[in-house]
């Protein structure tokens, strides 16, 4: 017997238990967790879903694929649990672009015509010439996503699929953001949610879709068939000494830190800030406004860096031995050579611009690349445990960079929640404390994202009466990660540098452009 499952028979004898599966679909993964009304987890799983690459900039994965591990990990979840005790399910997803036909059989988003490979991901960059035609018209939907719409958002993807691909788009029935996919996979229903058309279509909780966005662009047909195939609209921090316990929830910023970043920030009334996407009226907190900065390569970023260097054959060796993980051991490598230097000054000649994916804010620019400054001979470990260092400071640098915006347009910010893969390692939890300058606060939960998904679910089974309330009984507060405000000086130098990097950047691309 699993020590979760004695743990339920334990519980059920006591009480019938209501539990809540939450399931998270990430860019590499599918995970479930079963919650209880408290929001512990009680039990969870993954598994690992593919992800195609036929080019440069192109990514996708199926959807059969993902369902079917959706499936698989909810199954190992509630394995012992009575049904009856199952109250609800919440689904969250990348924002990636499902195709199907009329029929509800994937279509293929490839030249290759593999129909099973039917989803584009949130991270492909294909349609770059589509979003340069799209930001040109300067419609006034583009004021609700910073200025400028990004190449991950879906009205540029549709755009490659008809321009690109004649017989996908002739044959295609529905197109879902994969959250609502997912959503219609387990009720039948194929209703969209008014966070994703909000967020990543143009949609607005006011006027919904406009007619003239969608003709300027050349996807009348969509008006035509009245958007049936992209679809219709059918937490407590007190006694932590923190400086928003006693403000309003817009007084933060909750940070979903994995493959990539996003930062999510809420106000009363709508704040429109350059280069971040929104104001977005309920799409998050209902009632508020949503800002939603961020970042296209934040885990993968480090991932790249550590695992494209010539000394990780050694780092996994030793990590292996030492039976810790690679992020785990690089850590405590930092700590040995640091001496007597704070860890975080080991990186004074150092520097990293992380925009390897192109910047998605506060500049909006995807042709921006990445940097480095300060590279010597040297390949050891030492020197793979610096630049790992380096790149998580330029991510918390790049998200201080997104936070000064929104506060210039009017946010007021005090505190960082942070959550997902990147929240569990201690540095790079550290690093934003420190170069924000502003307390990280951490769920009790460490799979915080699951237990998010499971508060939709809970708030789907009606156990309780509004959004709010699930979260104020689900969410708890585990730690609160104080920045080192004598390590101020220093980070204000970097943040000098950062800033320098992208100028730099630019000024060679205008000395090039010039011949």
């Not at 970097?494 to 100028?503: G, H, I, T």
């Amino acid at each position: 017997m699993t020590w979760w499952a004695g743990l339920l028979r334990m519980h059920s004898k006591k009480t019938a238990v209501r539990y809540y599966v939450g399931i998270d679909v990430g860019s590499a993964s599918v995970r479930a967790a079963l919650v209880d009304g408290c929001g512990t987890v009680v039990a969870h799983a993954e598994q690992p879903i593919q992800i195609w690459e036929p080019q440069p900039d192109h990514y996708e994965q199926s959807s059969a694929d993902i369902w079917a591990a959706c499936c698989s990990v909810t199954k190992k979840v509630v394995c012992g649990v009575d049904a009856a005790q199952i109250r609800g399910v919440g689904f969250d997803a990348t924002c990636s672009l499902v195709v199907l036909d009329k029929q509800f059989q994937p279509l293929a988003v490839n030249c290759e015509g593999q129909n099973h490979r039917n989803v584009i991901m949130w991270m492909d960059h294909r349609a770059v010439s589509q979003v340069e035609l799209i930001n040109a018209t300067q419609h006034r939907v583009l004021n609700y996503v910073g200025g400028a719409m990004s190449v991950e958002m879906q009205p540029p993807k549709l755009l490659w699929i008809k321009e690109n691909l004649q017989e996908s788009w002739e044959k295609a029935g529905y197109f879902f953001d994969l959250p609502d996919f997912l959503s219609w996979k387990a009720t039948g229903v194929t209703a969209r949610s008014l966070c994703t058309v909000v967020c990543k279509w143009t949609y607005t909780s006011d006027k919904g879709w406009d007619d003239s966005f969608w003709k300027m662009i050349g996807l009348e047909c969509l008006v035509k068939d009245k958007y049936e195939k992209i679809g219709v609209i059918g937490a407590d921090v007190k006694g932590h000494n923190l400086p928003c316990e006693n403000q309003p929830i817009t007084s933060r910023v909750a940070m979903i830190c994995g493959t990539s970043s996003c930062h999510m920030g809420v106000s009363e009334k709508p704040i429109f800030v350059p280069g971040v996407w929104g104001p977005y009226f309920s799409a998050m907190v209902p009632g508020l406004w949503l800002n939603e900065g961020g970042q296209s390569a934040t885990g993968k970023l480090i991932d790249h860096v550590v695992r494209g260097h010539v000394a990780f054959p050694e780092l996994q060796s030793k990590a292996a031995a030492s039976a810790h993980s690679i992020y785990t051991y690089l850590n405590s490598h930092l700590d040995l050579i640091k001496k007597s230097l704070p860890v975080g000054f080991l990186t004074v000649d150092l520097h990293v611009w992380p925009d390897f994916h192109g910047n998605r804010s506060p500049l909006t620019d995807l042709t921006l690349k990445g940097m480095v400054v300060g590279l010597t001979l040297s390949r050891g470990l030492d020197e793979l445990a610096l630049i790992y260092l380096a790149t998580i400071q330029a991510i918390a640098l790049g998200t201080r960079h997104i936070l000064e915006t929104m506060q210039a347009a009017g946010h007021d910010i005090n505190t960082l929640f942070l959550c997902g893969g990147l929240s569990k390692n201690p540095l790079f939890v550290q690093m934003h404390a420190d170069i924000t300058g502003k307390p990280v606060v951490l769920s009790k939960e460490v799979e915080s994202v699951l237990v998010g998904a499971a508060i939709l679910g809970a708030c789907a089974s009606g156990d309780f009466a509004s959004i709010q309330e699930a979260m104020a009984k689900m969410g708890k507060i585990g730690r609160v990660v104080q920045p080192n405000h004598e390590h101020k000086r220093f980070y204000d130098k970097k943040y000098e540098v950062f800033l320098k990097l992208v100028e730099h950047q630019r000024e060679y691309r205008s000395i090039m452009n010039s011949l």
